[in-house]
């Protein structure tokens, strides 16, 4: 059974859906060690002097549609390259 390029990505979206939550349950909320260096940094001011202009999503639902919507994205921007490379080497063979 041939499988296309569709499944491949459904695959991964499929995976990406049941895995986030564990990132829900470990890291959300707390700050990793970027976070932390930057805090002390600022001599534990409490405000940041870098502010990320989009985030990871505030809840399981957002987080999940941005990040299939940004893989869907990502695989058919390098899909179109590669037919396009694909096309063009087979011309000039």
């Given at each position: ?6 499944a ?10 049941v ?42 639902l ?32």
């Amino acid at each position: 059974m041939k499988r296309g390029p569709a499944a491949y990505l459904a695959t991964i979206a499929v995976v990406f859906a049941v895995l986030l939550p564990l990132y829900y349950m470990f890291s959300y909320g707390r700050n990793d060690s970027l976070a932390r260096t930057i805090e002390q940094g600022n001599g534990n001011q409490g405000s940041s002097t870098y502010n990320a202009p989009f985030s990871y999503g505030g809840s399981y639902l957002e987080t999940l549609i941005f990040g299939i919507l940004g893989m869907v994205l990502v695989f058919a921007v390098f899909y179109v390259l590669f037919l396009v490379m694909r096309k063009r080497r087979m011309r000039h063979e």
